[in-house]
């Protein structure tokens, strides 16, 4: 059975022979129903607390549960980001080692022609010498008859 301030307030007791005196009683009581006035504020607003209390800890738990899918989602975005770079890496890598190829291709053709061109100018120079110096020696041969016969 609940019990308000007012019933404590209000009650009747039976009176007997010698019984208590009624303006002690009623003091008392009035004493009683101010403290469980005091007392029912109290618990209201200790329930008004603890319903907004559970509020903010249901949108706290709500916010973290968002926290969490957005940690989860930058991590996933960060490891594609990663492979993604890692691939790039790679294909400049691969790109790379192909220019170096065709230029390192490059070079030894060049050199090769280059090569070509040095045993042309010796085979050129050897052929020059022996045509100069055959010229040379048809010149001299000529100066000697010529010396002889005058």
Not at 2 to 23: A, H, M, N, S, W
Not at 96 to 103: C, I
């Amino acid at each position: 059975m609940d019990l308000t301030p007012l019933d404590v307030r209000y009650q009747e007791f039976p009176t007997g022979l010698r019984g208590y005196r009624k303006e002690a009683v009623r003091g008392y009581l009035a004493r009683v129903a101010e403290v469980m006035e005091a007392l029912i504020q109290e618990n209201e607003a200790l329930r008004e607390k603890v319903r907004s209390l559970e509020e903010e800890a249901l949108r706290l738990k709500e916010a973290e549960g968002e926290l969490r899918r957005a940690v989860v989602a930058a991590e996933k975005i960060a490891r594609e980001l990663k492979a993604q770079a890692e691939k790039e890496a790679e294909l400049i890598r691969k790109e790379a080692q192909a220019a170096k190829e065709q230029v390192v291709r490059e070079a030894a053709e060049e050199l090769k022609r280059i090569r070509g061109e040095i045993e042309r100018a010796r085979q050129e120079k050897v052929l020059f010498l022996a045509q100069f110096r055959g010229l040379l020696e048809g010149y001299l041969e000529s100066l000697k008859r010529l010396e002889e016969g005058a």
